[in-house]
């Protein structure tokens, strides 16, 4: 069994593209890719670490797939568990609402229990709100990504997360840095 459980929605292809370049940072023997279309609860509870990735929809919306899970998402015993979060999002077609899913996902599961990873900077981004700040912290509550406005700048921000989140689940396998 692998040491990590990557668990994320896509319509367009975008996240999905992003959870295997993150399984390529810390190799298929160490993380698993699943599709949350495809997962029952039970899948989680093979995991001490879990990543979870969500893309935003137009204004603030849950991608699809993420919708139908939302309420078993919300029964997983995620306690004790460490999970970092990763999302998608438009800055500046929708800067009003950046990231809100990736917000709005770290809220649901936070009452599971879980110890979460990877916040990660604000600075860089251009963005009017976001659920997914952490207030007063210029922080995010994980890896943000905009595949429309900056996708020059993700291969970069995944081998700089994957090696904070590497460090934050303690991880004793190699890691490896990809130019992708």
Same mark, same amino acid.
């Given at each position: =069994?692998?040491?990590?459980?990557?668990?994320? $929605?896509?319509?367009? $292809?975008?996240?999905?593209?992003?959870? #295997?370049? %993150?399984?390529?940072? *810390?190799?298929?023997?160490?993380?698993?890719?699943?599709?949350?279309?495809?997962?029952?609860?039970?899948?989680?509870?093979?995991?001490?670490?879990?990543?979870?990735? %969500?893309?935003?929809?137009? *204004?603030?919306?849950? !991608?699809?797939?993420?919708?139908?899970?939302?309420?078993?998402?919300?029964?997983?015993?995620?306690?004790?568990?460490?999970?970092?979060?990763?999302? +998608? $999002?438009?800055?500046? $077609? #929708?800067?009003? #609402?950046? +990231?809100?899913? =990736?917000? =709005?996902?770290?809220?649901? @599961?936070?009452?599971?229990?879980? @110890?979460?990873?990877?916040?990660?900077?604000?600075?860089? #981004?251009? *963005?009017?709100?976001?659920?997914?700040?952490?207030?007063?912290?210029? +922080?995010?509550?994980? +890896?943000?990504?905009?595949?429309? !406005?900056?996708?020059?700048?993700?291969?970069?921000?995944?081998?700089?997360?994957?090696?904070?989140?590497?460090?934050?689940?303690?991880?004793?396998?190699?890691?490896?840095?990809?130019?992708?």
């Amino acid at each position: =069994m692998s040491k990590i459980g990557l668990f994320f $929605g896509s319509d367009e $292809g975008n996240t999905e593209r992003v959870a #295997y370049r %993150i399984q390529q940072r *810390f190799g298929e023997d160490v993380l698993t890719v699943h599709d949350i279309a495809d997962v029952t609860q039970l899948e989680f509870a093979n995991y001490e670490h879990i990543i979870l990735g %969500i893309p935003t929809w137009d *204004f603030g919306q849950i !991608q699809s797939d993420w919708e139908e899970f939302w309420d078993d998402m919300s029964a997983v015993d995620l306690a004790g568990k460490t999970v970092a979060l990763f999302g +998608l $999002g438009d800055q500046f $077609g #929708y800067g009003d #609402y950046f +990231l809100d899913a =990736m917000g =709005m996902l770290h809220d649901l @599961i936070l009452p599971a229990g879980p @110890i979460i990873v990877g916040h990660w900077p604000t600075e860089g #981004y251009e *963005f009017e709100a976001s659920k997914a700040e952490i207030p007063g912290e210029k +922080l995010f509550v994980g +890896l943000a990504l905009d595949e429309d !406005q900056q996708e020059n700048l993700t291969t970069e921000r995944l081998n700089a997360w994957c090696q904070q989140v590497h460090a934050e689940f303690i991880l004793d396998t190699p890691l490896h840095d990809i130019d992708d």
